[in-house]
Every structure is written in structure tokens, then in C-alpha cells.
Nanobody
């Protein structure tokens, strides 16, 4: 079992930056791919980025940067030059992959554990 807690969301003006954090606890964070998703009101949950345990393999759909610090059991999403259309609830999720180096998991159904989400609001 892995517990995930997101933080770092908030209200920011268009063009601003935020760094989201996803802190994991429970089972060791090793062997998990961690992904970030977002969901705007009335829309489906959308993949943003994913990273493998060793942080040498990433997968993106968009312009944000994902990173992780395994010593802190934390994954980050750096969001720069934010736009109003980036407004959404941002979720992190974890998928157990064992020793696989694959990181191309972009469907919410592929992930095993989810955080509660953090709201990001970008004003124009």
C-alpha cells in the first residue's frame, strides 16, 4: 500500500510558476512509476507526465517538468508560464512496475494508487 499526498497548489497569475509536490509513504517508493494527472471541471482526467524510479526515464504530454527525490520519497511537477487553461485539480498517482524501465503509462486506469489532489487556479 502506498499513500500519496499532493501539495503546492494555489492561485497564481497567468505567466507565473508553481511547483507541486507528491509525498509518498507506506511501502518503499522503489519500483513505482509516478505520474501527474489533472482534471478540470467537466473534463476527463488528463495525463501530464510520468517518471520512473531512477529518474532517468520520463514521459510527457505537455510543457511541465517532472522530477523525483527518492531520498525524500517525493515527486515534483514544476509548472512554468502557467495559463488559465492549466486550471485544474492536479493528482499524483503511482503504478507498481517491479524492475521494468517502462514509463509510458498515460491512462488513469493503469495506476494503482492516487492522492487526494491539489487545486491549481491560474487567473488571467
Amino acid at each position: 500500500q502506498v499513500q500519496l499526498v499532493e501539495s503546492g497548489g494555489g492561485l497564481v497569475q497567468s505567466g507565473g510558476s508553481l511547483r507541486l509536490s507528491c509525498a509518498a509513504s507506506g511501502r518503499t517508493f522503489r519500483s513505482y512509476v509516478v505520474g501527474w494527472f489533472r482534471q478540470a471541471p467537466g473534463k476527463e482526467r488528463e495525463f501530464v507526465a510520468a517518471i520512473n524510479w531512477s529518474a532517468d526515464n520520463t514521459y510527457y504530454k505537455g510543457r511541465f517538468t517532472i522530477s523525483r527525490d527518492n531520498a525524500k520519497n517525493t515527486v515534483y511537477l514544476q509548472m512554468n508560464i502557467l495559463k488559465p487553461e492549466d486550471t485544474a485539480v492536479y493528482y499524483c498517482a503511482a503504478k507498481e512496475v517491479g524492475t521494468s524501465n517502462r514509463v509510458t503509462y498515460s491512462s488513469p486506469a493503469q495506476y494503482d494508487y492516487w492522492g487526494q489532489g491539489t487545486q491549481v487556479t491560474v487567473s488571467s
